[in-house]
């Protein structure tokens, strides 16, 4: 038997074929194919008035008056009591029913009484909820005069002959034609209106008109997808209007032609807003191939077309797209298009995700409306769509790490929309095209208590986990929003397409993605993390921010995807990740270019900042443990940053001890160093991984109950050259802490020079340590270091790893204490990434010249958005000098976010600390400055 989908031009086809309708899922039964008691269309452009006489004579009573009133009610209260999707809508149910009932009490006919229905439910503007007399809405041809109203075009579209899409002034563009179209439609023609009227401003008049509706290919479930499929369908309503009004893109012309010949329009096309790519067949939802898949033609850049996610044998989805993405791993880059996509079931995505994953991801859910039908916006959770269930699973070895671009629009619906926002979860990812439809619902199909009667109802919305906001009418966004173009459709380019192939490109000519990764983060009663975050670069920076936890789960990305250039952004995990906070254990940040990152650990009274690993290695020094275990607590968080399983041990220079149950990939874990290690405790370890996955960081804090802690990011790099960049000279209020160790297996020689403010050298020191010696100094009153001391220079034969430490001197109320990697190096370029925003909080900023020769120095205080807010020039600092300013004695300005500190000629270290104006000063957090290349 011929399967014809959809919708039939004619009433003599209707005699000649079976109809199968996608929504319904089925063919349509004979009692189900009416032939309109009145037919045609008398000349001239109808009013309400008009139309609603047609309505009322094409398809006779219907239904008796108390049968329409019992299924109405019956439609009613079940969305009142049971539909799940009233979130970010302003639907009023209740004014609905206030409006039709009484009507339809009094007497409607059979078309009226379809209005009615498709009515009501359009105002709930939900892909899934919909109710309809079959007959009227798709057992009658859509001929001249038939009152039927068109939304949506993503199917057959032969009624027209032509494909149409959107464009941002209104008009319907054509994309794709017939052969020997009958109006010589051509692609990059655009559709104005029909009767001289623009085509928005007769969609005004046909819903106030309220004709039956018929969905073609589905709704928009937002406003913006609901007006897209609205334009779009502007050529499959010719049948209401005597002319069409089109604009000729080959000469600009604008020309009104008669709709009549679109009657004997003959050939098969349809809609789904793409154009053909060189190299990759598209799909065929006529014969239900749905996922297609090539090499785009002279390149090695994959792409996967995904029509639908049917759960289908027959159409074999999972298993296709698995074989697609195997066939492609091999690529430069991926392109995976679900601009056209019927939806379908999540579980079809997820054999093929293992190919491009690499650890697991456990990010969404359903909830369904509650138990209390009074209360709209009550909800529980789906008894079968739980997290767990959609749990996916990525492969190790397996995982694609190129750059994959995912194409969307509104026409990924339902499980496209899904998969449109859960592709996002990969860090290589960058969406293109338009936001999805917004079908983010489960459904059920309950019955009207009428034959010929179709009913479907959104149960519930789907939220990703992160955040427990609920996804309906919220469509999936993309990073740049570009569509189809007259001048390229005309030319057959895809202008999607290209810019997604642009920027794949780009991303490999760049290679610059960067990865920072959190391994501690505070939560809990009194305390907290925040992020800081600065793009320094003059162009927008791409984000993918990932909660994990120390299973290594990961339960999704924050919603920021982007900083603007020169932008800075300061968020709370809290705030990135408010429904799993209790659930993750760190936080992965992968960038397109480098980003200025710390973290800051706030407890009641207490900041400890520093900043997160970026490199990932084999070995990770810790440079401080504190031995006096009585007064202070020392903690290592590491995580395994790799999809490889490592046995970690932890070394000082006599004996190692493995680190028990961690290791595996993507885990987090941390240890008491004092309460882990047996026997003589180390004043410091080295952390040794069998795979070179390590990120890490320490914190050591009072025990005693005072809130003083400091926090270092850890690393393994060694230098010759350490540069301790301040020691305190208000000694009443700080003392500062110089510690460096010699991991060496051998001696090292090291020297010691000493500087003051202007560069001068006040003391040189000569001194040989010991293969795993560590040495401290301490700047307060019973410290041996020389006086007029500003800094510390040290020089060594063999590298040393260093740390500086600031707190709160002896006899203070309150006790604090920072701990900064010493500076290794230094640049032209520095950034100073706080500022205090009131007058209740101070922030301080250190730089050293370490060049050879005097250099002058300019601060640039910068806003949140990147401008330019005002500067201050140090001019001609001596070779070897410092200097060191609060920032309320820098700027006037107290509005900037963030500072940038450049020089000519120079070679600069710097750092920064900030804490409150308080009488008895409760904290004091700081971090190194960032060195721009």
Known sequence: MKRVIVFLATLSLFAAHDIYVEELNRYLRADEILEPLVQGKRPGHYSKADWAQAIDATWGTGLSTSAKLGLFDVLWQDIHDNYGAFHHTQVKIQELRDRYRPEIAA????????????????QLKELHSNANDNGVTWGSALAPGIPIMVIGAWSDVSHFGASLTPMPDGSALVYRVVTNHVLGLQPGDQVLGYDGIPWLDLVDELMEA???????????????????????????????FDTIDIRKHSTGEVVSLPTAPLVNQ??????????????????????????????????????????????????????????????????????????????????????????????????????????????????????????????????????????????????????????????????????????????????????????????????????????????????????????????????????????????????????????????EIHKGPEQATYLSLVNTHDEEVSLHIEGIAASGMSYGTATLRSLAAREKANYAVSELFPAVLDLIDWVKITSSDSVAVWVELQGEGTRSSYRPSQEVQGTSLVPHVALDQDKFQTTISAVNA????????????????????????????????GEFWSGTLPSWVELQSSAPNLAAMEWFAYRDGSLGMASLGLGNSPSTRLHFLHIAKDTGLFWTGFVYVNPQDVDAQVTETYYSDDGQIVEVR?????????????????SPLPENASWLDVESSQGLVGYELFGSAEGLTNRYIVGLPTATRGSDQLVFDYVPGSSETWAGYVAVNLGESASTILFELMSREGALIETKSVIDVPAKGKVSFLASDLFANRTGAWVRAHSENGLWAGFLLWGDQGAEREYLSGVEAVLLP
């Open 107 to 122: 007497g409607v006919s059979r078309g009226r009484f379809a209005a009615i229905t498709s009515h009501f439910m359009h």
């Open 210 to 240: 309220e004709l039956p509706i018929r969905r073609h290919g589905g709704v928009g479930s937002t406003d913006e997808a609901m007006e897209h499929c609205l334009i779009m369908a502007a050529g499959e309503n010719w049948h209401l």
């Open 266 to 519: 003959t050939g098969r096309i349809y809609g789904n807003e793409q154009m053909p790519v060189a190299g990759v067949e598209m799909p065929d939802w006529y014969s239900n191939r749905h996922v297609t898949w090539g090499r785009v033609t002279g390149s090695n850049l994959g792409y996967v077309y995904v029509g639908s996610w049917s759960t289908s044998a027959a159409v074999d989805i999972s298993n296709q797209f698995h074989q697609a993405l195997l066939e492609l791993q091999d690529t430069d880059g991926l392109i995976v298009d679900f601009r056209r996509n019927l939806g379908g079931y999540m579980l079809m995505a997820h054999y093929g995700y293992s190919l491009i994953f690499n650890r697991t991801f456990r990010a969404v859910a359903f909830d369904v409306r509650g138990d209390d039908p009074n209360d709209f916006f009550l909800m529980k959770p789906h008894r079968q769509f739980t997290p767990r269930l959609f749990t996916f699973h990525g492969d190790t070895s397996t995982h694609y790490d190129q750059p994959i671009a995912v194409l969307s629009g509104p026409g990924a619906q339902s499980n496209g929309d899904w998969e449109s926002i859960r592709m996002r979860l990969h860090e290589k990812v960058r969406s293109f095209g338009k936001a999805s439809n917004g079908g983010f619902t489960s459904s059920d199909n309950p019955s009207l208590g009428q034959s010929g009667w179709y009913y479907q109802k959104a149960t519930g919305s789907g939220y990703m986990m992160v955040d427990h906001e609920y996804l309906t009418h919220q469509g999936s966004p993309v990073d740049e929003e570009v569509w189809l173009t007259p001048d390229d459709v005309a030319i057959g380019v895809d202008t999607v397409v290209n810019r997604a192939i642009d920027w794949i490109n780009e991303s490999n000519l760049k290679q610059s993605e960067h990865t920072y990764r959190i391994a």
């Open 642 to 673: 790799g999809a490889s399983d490592s046995v970690i041990m932890l070394q000082d220079s006599l004996n190692e001890t493995a680190w028990p149950g961690f290791g595996a990939p993507w885990t987090q874990s941390r240890i008491d160093v």
């Open 766 to 782: 000569h001194q040989s340590l010991a293969a795993g010696e560590k040495v401290v100094w301490l700047s307060d009153h019973s």
